[in-house]
C-alpha cells in the first residue's frame, strides 16, 4: 500500500492571491517609479551644450555647409555671424509620463518646431534626414540614438525590478 500525504501552505498562495488583486496597479505603480527614478539622469544628458567643433566663422571664406540656397538666404538674414548659443534647445526636451488604469506611456517632447532641424527626428523614424548638415557640423548629436538607448535603459531597469517584484510574492 501506498499512502501519500499533501501538505499544503497557504501563506505562499495568500501572497499570490493578493498580488492579482492589485496586479496592474502594482505594476504600473513600478513602471512610473522606474521612469521618475531615471528621468533625472536622461534629463542631464539630454540638457548638455555640445561642444562646438567648428564653428561658423571658421569655415573658409564663410562657406557653411547649407543643404539649400534657401537655408543660407535664412540663415544670414535671420541670424548671421557670430552666434552665441542661448541653452534653450538643449534644455527644451520634456519626458512626460501619461497612465491611465491599464497602460503607462513615456514621452519625449521638444515644444520647439526647429528641434527636428537641429537635432533630426527624435522618434528615429527612417524617414528624410531633418538634421542639417550645418548643426551636426557645430556638434548637434541625433536625438534619437540617445532616446533609444534611454528607452533600452528603462526597459531593462523595469525589468530587474519587475524580477525582484515577482520574486517578494514568491516568497
Do not use: C
Not at 3 to 8: D, E, G, R
Not at 92 to 116: C, E, F, M, W
Request: net charge neutral.
Amino acid at each position: 500500500m501506498i499512502k501519500v500525504t499533501a501538505i499544503a501552505d497557504n501563506q505562499n498562495l495568500d501572497a499570490l492571491l493578493k498580488l492579482f488583486d492589485n496586479y496592474t496597479t502594482e505594476v504600473l505603480d513600478l513602471a512610473q517609479e522606474t521612469f521618475e527614478d531615471l528621468r533625472p539622469a536622461h534629463l542631464e544628458e539630454f540638457q548638455k551644450q555640445p561642444r562646438v567643433r567648428r564653428w561658423p566663422q571658421d569655415y573658409p571664406n564663410g562657406e557653411l555647409p547649407f543643404d539649400t540656397d534657401k537655408q543660407r538666404r535664412w540663415y544670414w538674414a535671420n541670424i548671421g555671424q557670430p552666434h552665441s548659443r542661448t541653452g534653450q534647445m538643449a534644455k527644451g526636451l520634456r519626458q512626460d509620463i501619461n497612465r491611465d488604469a491599464n497602460s503607462i506611456q513615456v514621452v519625449a517632447v521638444y515644444p520647439d518646431k526647429s528641434t527636428k532641424f537641429v537635432l533630426g527626428n527624435i522618434l528615429g523614424e527612417k524617414v528624410e534626414r531633418f538634421q542639417q548638415r550645418f548643426h551636426k557640423a557645430t556638434g548637434w548629436e541625433e536625438a534619437a540614438p540617445k532616446l533609444e538607448r534611454h528607452a533600452q535603459a528603462y526597459v531593462d531597469t523595469f525589468a530587474r525590478r519587475y524580477e525582484a517584484f515577482i520574486a517578494f510574492y514568491q516568497g
